[in-house]
């Protein structure tokens, strides 16, 4: 069982960056795949990056360019930098991790994005 801690989040003005983490419980260095997911209210669920098998990056078409995802095995964290932040970026940020045929989802983390 691995649990995920997100954190990180906040309010920002437009233009401007935040760094989200998630911190997992167990070691992470044989995941399948790790990503970020993004849900703004009454929206569903949407993907936003991935690091998959082999260490390729993902994104989606909305973050590319400014958003990296990156992670730390050493410390059994993933990362979410965010930067050029625009309104439309606002939401509840999840990570979630593929491990040993299970999926793990976070709590969640509020990113606002608002002048």
């Known amino acids: 069982q691995v649990q995920l801690v997100e954190s990180g989040g906040g309010l920002v003005q437009p233009g401007g960056s935040l760094r989200l983490s998630c911190a997992a419980s167990g070691s992470i260095f044989s995941s399948h795949s790790m990503g970020w997911y993004r849900q703004a209210p009454g929206e569903q669920r949407d993907f936003v990056a991935a690091?998959?098998?082999?260490?390729?990056?993902i994104y989606a078409d909305s973050v590319k360019g400014r958003f990296t995802i990156s992670n730390d095995n050493a410390k059994n964290t993933l990362y979410l930098q965010m930067n050029s932040l625009k309104p439309e970026d606002t939401a509840v940020y999840y990570c979630r991790i593929i491990l040993g045929g299970f999926v793990y989802w976070g709590q969640g983390t509020q990113v606002t994005v608002s002048s």
């Open positions: 690091i998959v098998t082999g260490g390729t990056t």
